[in-house]
Nanobody, 124 residues
């Protein structure tokens, strides 16, 4: 059973930065694609960033484009999400999803393994 564990969330001020980590218990290369999603109680799950673990090919959600960057450390089987210039509207639970089975990158049902989430709260 593959485990996915997120970390790095916390409470920050508007304009600050945060880096989230997603540790996968298997080779990130074997996951094909790893993605970050976020969700609040009053909104649908939203795709934030997605990375093809074979190298390159990244996608970013429109609401975060230009402010976030996804990267990987193969030696640590870890995928990172760096977020800059954080806004109040970035407040959400952030989830890491791994093992992509093809289809639309932002289709959450196409990812097999999910973490429990890490909370990000941005205040003004």
């Amino acid at each position: 059973q593959v485990e996915v564990v997120e970390s790095g969330g916390g409470s920050v001020q508007v304009g600050e930065s945060l880096t989230l980590s997603c540790a996968v218990s298997a080779s990130t290369y074997s996951m094909k694609r790893v993605a970050w999603f976020r969700q609040t109680p009053d909104k649908e799950r939203e795709g934030v960033a997605s990375l093809y673990t074979g190298g390159g090919n990244t996608y970013y959600g429109d609401s975060v484009k230009g402010r976030v960057s996804i990267s990987q450390d193969d030696a640590k089987n870890t995928v990172y999400l760096r977020m800059d210039s954080l806004k109040v509207e970035d407040t959400a639970m952030y989830y890491c999803a791994a093992d992509f089975r093809g289809g639309r990158v932002w289709d959450a049902s196409r990812y097999v393994h999910w973490g429990q989430g890490t909370q990000v709260t941005v205040s003004s």
